[in-house]
């Protein structure tokens, strides 16, 4: 494929190389000799509408604002045997409906999503919960990425608890905290005198989840012998007990959990590579504390309610300067470090109110004071739509149920059709 064409695609939908490469092998595969010229041209908007909506919205948005100034701008891809180029406004109208049906699919997968144990609201954690919803209906082996503290196991469990599965046993195991025996006997059982102390016949771990989940938190401390164990689990549906002779067909789907570079691992010989791919069917990513701050009040606010049935205290609140070093500090131990501090300042709390003195001595530091000093608790809360952004959603809302009708619309919104014209106008909103 010529260079600078390559560079031309990857300027006009602001797409590293990679995505690049993707969307052309994607049009060569899809392309056949035998269609027409025109067939070949709304292939080739199909094509590029879901990428766009696949790889980037980023890029969509960059290619609204060009199809918004250049209307009649083209592409031509001749190289691909069609003569006929491709306009933006009609990619940009093929992909905002594949975008609505996206968002439509998301909305109802989420409405009966319940997140469990798990809190949080930034754009980061409702990614996650999208994706949870989405995977949470299969059978697919799924491995849960992210550091310490990031809740990697009530993931696990939020997938368990939206997925068939969820009237039967959720089981959970870490893989680091055994020996490699001990978890040979933990995850498939044993045989009455298999070793010393089997004094009777055990069901392990796998079979105590037959019917639901297992998680295997840790799965990167495994030992080379382990991982060819698991992987023979994973691939054949069968355990085998120690000392036994004999394989038991079990129906569990498999979580595992690290916090380790596992394709990483891989390189170094430390982890098998075949035993990833089995258990990354699905990846999911648990975002670190320091990249959702501003779901840090309401983590707070639940920690500090637990904190309030531990030491007897009630109406426990921090003032605002001790909620500023909350929200700056680093939290390198992530949610459990932050747990562990909200549960440490009522200790030693003269009051109902916790200060920036009780919080614990390594928050306050002089570094942390002074990023403290600078911050503005209105941060916390950027996310959050405007008057102005709601009001433009819910008219677009009313638009679409009403299917366009501009009476029906105002009636809904109980206002005449001269204020819903001025509305549509204030907002840009084209009205049909």
């Known amino acids: 494929m010529d260079d600078e064409f390559k560079r031309g695609i990857s300027v006009y939908f602001n797409w590293n190389e990679f995505f690049v490469d993707q969307y052309l092998a994607r049009i060569i595969r899809t392309m056949d000799e035998k269609k027409t ?8 908007e199909r094509i590029s509408a879901k990428t766009i909506c696949e790889f980037s919205e980023k890029s969509h948005r960059k290619l609204v604002r060009f199809g918004q100034q250049n209307r009649n701008a083209e592409l031509k891809l001749t190289k691909f045997g069609t003569t006929e180029p491709f ?95 001990l978890l040979e006997a933990e995850l498939f059982g044993h045989t009455k005198g298999s070793f010393t102390g089997a004094n009777a ?37 069968e355990i085998r007990r120690v000392g036994s002779t004999g394989n038991r067909r079990v129906d569990a789907r498999i979580i595992a959990a690290t916090n380790q570079n596992l394709e990483a691992e891989v390189k170094t010989g430390n982890f098998r590579e075949d035993l990833f791919y089995r258990l990354s069917v699905i990846a999911l990513c648990v975002p670190p504390l320091r990249e959702r701050p501003t779901d840090i009040p ?15 205290k009630e109406n426990l609140r921090f003032s605002a300067d001790a909620l500023k070093i909350l929200s700056v500090y680093e939290w390198k131990g992530n949610v459990r470090e932050l747990e562990a501090a909200v549960e440490y300042a009522p200790l030693r709390a003269r009051g109902s109110e916790i200060l920036a003195e009780d919080l614990p001595v390594k928050l306050l530091s002089d570094e942390f004071k002074q990023a403290a000093s600078r911050f503005n608790l209105s941060q916390l809360y ?50 049909e």
């Open 298 to 312: 309401v983590l707070v606010e639940k920690f500090l309610h637990r904190a309030q049935e531990n030491t007897g």
């Open 87 to 181: 306009k933006v406004n009609e990619i940009l109208a093929t992909a905002r409906r594949a975008l609505e049906q996206n968002f439509e699919k998301d909305t109802i997968q989420l409405k009966h999503f319940t997140s469990g144990a798990m809190v949080g609201s930034s754009p980061k954690m409702i990614e996650l919960y999208k994706e949870i919803a989405r995977v949470a209906p299969t059978r697919s082996t799924v491995l849960i990425l992210g550091e310490s503290g990031t809740g990697k196991e009530l993931v696990a469990r939020a997938i368990h608890q939206n997925s068939p599965r969820a009237d039967a046993s959720f089981v959970a195991v870490n893989c680091g905290a055994l020996s490699e025996s």
């Open 37 to 44: 010229s025109r067939e070949k041209k709304l292939e080739m």
């Open 382 to 431: 950027a996310d959050l739509p405007s008057l102005d952004e709601l009001e433009k959603r819910y008219l677009i809302y009313v638009l679409k149920k009403s299917g366009g009708n501009r009476t029906k619309a105002a009636e809904i919104l109980g206002v005449d059709r001269r204020t819903l014209y001025r509305m549509a106008v204030r907002f840009k909103i084209e009205l």
């Open 201 to 237: 016949d055990r069901r392990g771990l796998w079979e105590e989840a037959d019917g639901g989940t297992l998680f295997l938190d840790e799965i990167g401390e495994t030992s080379p012998a382990m991982q060819v164990k698991l992987l023979r689990a994973l691939q054949e549906g």
